[in-house]
């Protein structure tokens, strides 16, 4: 089955660092690939997605590239604020079930000033 | 353009009643879709439905059910309520034709007593 596996956090930074948050999938054909985030006490925001191979989302200065080769959808910043603490979840739809999205576990940022 | 929108925001049931809850999609969008938020098992697919037939389906009891009406709007009901089912509840809507990004709501906090 399709199944999307993300780092485990919490991940530290302090205000101005870099943010790398992996994350790679398992899916049958060419599935889509999304990066949401969840700031507290909210739903899920779309941060960038990606539809195709070699293709690069980016968004907020956020940027994830997918990479079929490595089944990989990292998730990057050059420089994090503290506005950019909260959880981030790395998904995918696949072909056989377009409506369904299927969640990595989730990766908490704490950003410090 | 509205958002997705979830009533109620908050809920406190008694164990074996049952509960609805409501989610109105983005205007044009045809396919909402439900998940379970727990801090034990993430996020987990409950179900999509698309012009009114649910399409998807994940791998909970038959306690959990929805529908979905001519104008799009879908409730899911989960009756004979367990301690367990205390979660956020989110809805997201999409056009869901070639993995297309779905759009959350804020979600149903609901509390299982």
């Known amino acids: 089955g399709n199944s999307v596996t993300q780092m485990e956090g919490p991940v530290t930074l302090s205000e101005e660092a870099f943010l790398t948050i992996n994350c790679t999938y398992t899916?049958?054909?060419?599935?889509?690939l999304f990066w949401y985030v969840q700031y507290p006490g909210e739903g899920l925001q779309l941060l960038l997605k990606?539809?195709?191979?070699?293709d690069k989302g980016s968004n907020k200065g956020f940027e994830a590239t997918y990479r079929k080769e490595t089944t990989s959808f990292h998730l990057e910043k050059g420089s994090v604020q503290v506005s950019d603490s909260a959880v981030y979840f790395c998904a995918l739809s696949a072909a056989d079930s377009w409506g369904k999205l299927q969640f990595g576990a989730g990766t908490q940022v704490v950003v410090t000033p | 353009k509205a958002g997705v929108t979830q009533t109620p925001r908050y809920l406190i049931k008694t164990r074996g009643q049952q509960v609805t809850l409501s989610c109105s999609p983005i205007?044009?969008?045809?396919?909402v879709s439900w998940y379970q938020q727990t801090p034990g098992q993430g996020l987990q697919f409950l179900f999509e439905?698309?012009?009114?037939?649910?399409?998807n389906k994940g791998n909970f009891p038959g306690r959990f059910s929805g529908r979905q009406f001519s104008n799009s709007r879908s409730e899911m009901n989960v009756s004979t309520l367990e301690l367990g089912d205390s979660a956020l509840y989110l809805c997201?809507?999409?056009?869901?034709?070639?993995?297309?990004?779905?759009?959350f709501g804020q979600g149903t906090r609901l509390t299982v007593v």
């Open positions: 899916a049958t054909g060419y599935p889509s």
């Open positions: 439905y698309f012009s009114e037939t649910q399409r």
């Open positions: 990606a539809t195709k191979a070699d």
């Open positions: 997201a809507s999409s056009l869901a034709t070639g993995g297309d990004e779905a759009f």
């Open positions: 205007s044009g969008h045809r396919s």
